[in-house]
């Protein structure tokens, strides 16, 4: 059974950073890009961003770009996101998710974990 | 970026209606389109993919059509379970998009 669980979640002050994890099992994690996406309070769903098996390819929503980082360590089995120069706008419950083998579109997803950026 | 545009945006409905709920693509996305239910409190569940293939295990009556720009998903016979928010999602190009959601009402 797939399970991803994320953690890292939190209340973070406007300008700060936070590094978000994603704990992955029941599969073989090193054959799968894997996904970050986001849904803020009452709204919908966001891609974030997403990662190549290896590592070497990473791809990010434009709003995001420079201030956030997806990497990955097959060897733990785990796929991170690190946040930085938070905004009120990046509040959010996050989610890991694994991409299929014939797209990125989602079967698995973790239960989220939410961070909430406010003074 | 490509526009996912869904429509309705609410949609209130009887048990046993056949309801159908839109998605509209800002270009064309060839087949690579997705559908998610979500429940309050929960991930999405993921219920066809690429415009019409139906998930494992996902009620056979949901069902998927459409190609290029227009898209729909239908639900034969609506159950009290299909209380929940549906998403459309592009997975043609970067970035991927979802649409706004439609809210769906058991009267």
């Known amino acids: 059974e797939v399970q991803l669980v994320e953690s890292g979640g939190g209340l973070v002050q406007p300008g700060g950073s936070l590094r978000l994890s994603c704990a992955a099992s029941?599969?073989?994690?090193?054959?799968?890009?894997m996904s970050w996406l986001r849904q803020a309070p009452g709204k919908g769903l966001e891609w974030v961003a997403n990662i190549h098996q290896n590592g070497g390819e990473r791809f990010y929503l434009d709003s995001v770009k420079g201030r956030f980082t997806i990497s990955r360590d097959n060897a733990k089995n785990s796929v991170y996101l690190q946040i930085h120069s938070l905004r009120a706008e990046d509040t959010a419950v996050y989610y890991c998710?694994?991409?299929?083998?014939?797209?990125?579109?989602?079967?698995?997803w973790g239960q989220g974990t939410l961070v909430t950026v406010s003074s | 970026d490509i526009q996912m545009t869904q429509s309705p945006s609410t949609l209130s409905a009887s048990v046993g209606d056949r309801v159908t709920i839109t998605c509209r693509a800002s270009e064309t996305i060839y087949r690579w389109l997705a559908w998610y239910q979500q429940k309050p409190g929960k991930a999405p569940k993921l219920l066809i993919y690429k415009a019409s293939s139906l998930e494992s295990g996902v009620p056979s009556r949901f069902s998927g059509s459409g190609y290029g720009t227009e898209f729909t998903l239908t639900i034969s016979s609506l159950q009290p379970d299909d209380l929940a928010t549906y998403y459309c999602q592009q997975y043609s190009s970067y970035s991927y998009t979802f649409g706004q959601g439609t809210k769906l009402d058991i009267k």
């Open positions: 029941g599969f073989t994690f090193s054959s799968f890009w």
């Open positions: 998710a694994r991409d299929d083998s014939s797209g990125s579109y989602y079967a698995d």
